[in-house]
């Protein structure tokens, strides 16, 4: 089963129609990646990640003040 040609060639068209500058694309993929970041960086820590952090910074300050 063909696609008639008058379909075809729209569809060629429209692709033809979505080309992105070097700017365009460097301006769309800084955006995404900032508002991804951004999200990660408020995001809470997982319990388990929190309860290392305390367990870090007990055992670092237990050893400064043993000096």
Do not use: G, W
């Amino acid at each position: 089963m063909s696609c008639p040609s008058h379909i075809l060639t729209r569809a060629t068209q429209i692709a033809n129609n979505l080309n992105f500058s070097q700017e365009q694309v460097t301006f769309i993929l800084r955006h995404s990646l900032r508002s991804q970041y951004d999200e990660l960086l408020t995001a809470d820590l997982p319990d388990r990640l929190k309860a290392l952090v305390q367990e870090l910074e007990n055992k670092h300050t237990a050893a400064s003040d043993a000096r």
